[in-house]
Every structure is written in structure tokens, then in C-alpha cells.
T-cell receptor, first 115, second 114 residues
Framework: AQSVTQPDIHITVSEGASLELRCNYS??????LFWYVQSPGQGLQLLLK??????LVQGIKGFEAEFKRSQSSFNLRKPSVHWSDAAEYFC?????????????FGTGTRLQVTL | ETGVTQSPTHLIKTRGQQVTLRCSSQ?????VSWYQQALGQGPQFIFQ???????GRGNFPPRFSGLQFPNYSSELNVNALELDDSALYLC???FGQGAGWEQYFGPGTRLTVT
């Protein structure tokens, strides 16, 4: 069965500083990998996804992520954080399970941005 | 284009009661998935509906059930509510049932069981 680990529960960065959120996954085949962001009281918004091909993927809001098969990682990065980036970030792996597909999420990393 | 909508926004129920949550999928989407997000946790897959049929379920008991209608909107029903059912319930729709299809999430329904 697939699983996702986000080792950092809470991260604080200064506005303008760079950001890296860690994600490790466990899945037997080539994974579908996603990063979602959730603002307080809101649903999930997709930031970016990896299916195949180029291991560095670009997303919305200036985010990017790099897939490293050897490390089973899919870390999210942003060169310069804005105060509006404060939110909860979830990494997820997508898998086809029989006739259905499901996303398996990590427990999330809460990002706080200081001014 | 209207996104995924859910109703109600908040709900308070008593242990043992039954609840129905509703989801309208995004235009053109034929697949709806439901997730439960407990406080401080990531969402957990409940089940998925494709063209009005349940085609997959996560580790949730049978008192969690659902429906999908011809217009692809969906309901989540929970019977015999327990305190641990308190959570944010998220609905997501997609163009297809495969894992490669992007799932678009609604804002969720916050259920509190007292």
C-alpha cells in the first residue's frame, strides 16, 4: 500500500526567504505525485503534479518540485516566500486501486511566514 | 465554469444521528471522490463514485455510504454518528476515474458530532 511522509509538522520562514518542504513516499510502481495547499477553512488547491518525464515540475504561485526516484522524495520549493503563502501544505500520491483511484496524503506541513 | 461546491458548510449533529452531505461536481466531471480530514491530519479516502456506481472504498465502515446522481452530483451519508466522525469532509471531482486525472476539491463540510 502507498504511504506519504511529511517529516516537518511546522515550518517558519521569513518573507523573501527560500522554502523547501519535504515529502517522502512509498509506492511500488511509478507514482503520480501531487502537492496541494489548504488555507484555513478552505478546500485543497493543486499546486503541481508529477506523472512522468522531466523530474523538475513547475506549478502555480512560483512553486516547483523535484522528483527523486532514488530517494523516494518529491520536495516542494519556492525561491522567495510571500506572506500569502502561509497555509497548510499536503503531499499526496495517487494510485489506481482496482477500479478506483485514490489519493493518499501526508499529514501536512504548516507554513508560517514572518514579516 | 463552476467549481466543486458542497453543502452545508457546517453541521452539528448528536451521536447516533444520521447525516447527509452534498456535493456538486465540476462541469464535465463524471467521477466524485469523498475524503475525511480529521483535525491536524491529511485527508483520508472514503470512497469513489464513477457514473453512479461506487468503484472503490477506503478503510471506512458500511455506515458510510454514498450516491451519485445522473448529473454526477453526489451525497455522502453517515449513519449512527460517532464522536470520531467529527471532521472536515471533502468532495473532489475529476474527468475520469484513473489516478492520472486531477481531482478538484470543494471547500468541504465541517461536521461536529456532540
Amino acid at each position: 500500500a502507498q504511504s506519504v511522509t511529511q517529516p516537518d509538522i511546522h515550518i517558519t520562514v521569513s518573507e523573501g526567504a527560500s522554502l523547501e518542504l519535504r515529502c517522502n513516499y512509498s509506492y511500488g510502481a511509478t507514482p503520480y505525485l501531487f502537492w496541494y495547499v489548504q488555507s484555513p477553512g478552505q478546500g485543497l488547491q493543486l499546486l503541481l503534479k508529477y506523472f512522468s518525464g522531466d523530474t523538475l515540475v513547475q506549478g502555480i504561485k512560483g512553486f516547483e518540485a523535484e522528483f527523486k526516484r532514488s530517494q523516494s522524495s518529491f520536495n516542494l520549493r519556492k525561491p522567495s516566500v510571500h506572506w500569502s503563502d502561509a497555509a497548510e501544505y499536503f503531499c499526496a500520491v495517487g494510485a489506481d486501486t482496482g477500479t478506483a483511484s485514490k489519493l493518499t496524503f501526508g499529514t501536512g506541513t504548516r507554513l508560517q511566514v514572518t514579516l | 465554469e463552476t467549481g466543486v461546491t458542497q453543502s452545508p458548510t457546517h453541521l452539528i449533529k448528536t451521536r447516533g444521528q444520521q447525516v447527509t452531505l452534498r456535493c456538486s461536481s465540476q462541469s464535465g466531471h463524471n467521477t466524485v471522490s469523498w475524503y475525511q480530514q480529521a483535525l491536524g491530519q491529511g485527508p483520508q479516502f472514503i470512497f469513489q463514485y464513477y457514473r453512479e456506481e461506487e468503484n472503490g472504498r477506503g478503510n471506512f465502515p458500511p455506515r458510510f455510504s454514498g450516491l451519485q446522481f445522473p448529473n454526477y452530483s453526489s451525497e455522502l451519508n453517515v449513519n449512527a454518528l460517532e464522536l470520531d466522525d467529527s471532521a472536515l469532509y471533502l468532495c473532489a471531482s475529476s474527468f475520469g476515474q484513473g489516478a492520472g486525472w486531477e481531482q478538484y476539491f470543494g471547500p468541504g463540510t465541517r461536521l461536529t458530532v456532540t
